[in-house]
């Protein structure tokens, strides 16, 4: 059982760190993501608008697929 144990933790902790590093790589690529859609947005409609309507938002997507089609 011993043998188990010294080979089983430093095992176990390079799975967890791995985990984390996946994690923390995911969550910053999403942020970056979230931080250059915001941009976008603003360069295109002039400024940030902070309420758009469902159907306003539903419009632009449709428009946007059309014009790349």
């Known amino acids: 059982m011993d043998g188990v144990s010294q080979l089983g933790l430093p095992v176990l902790g390079i799975v967890a760190a791995a985990a984390l590093t996946f994690y923390v ?26 309420y758009v309507s ?10 946007e697929k059309k014009s790349k089609s």
């Open 25 to 50: 790589v995911s969550f910053s690529e999403i942020r970056e993501k979230s931080f250059r859609d915001l941009e976008d947005s603003e360069n295109e409609n002039g400024g940030f608008d902070s």
């Open 54 to 63: 469902s159907r306003k938002r539903r419009a632009m997507r449709k428009a």
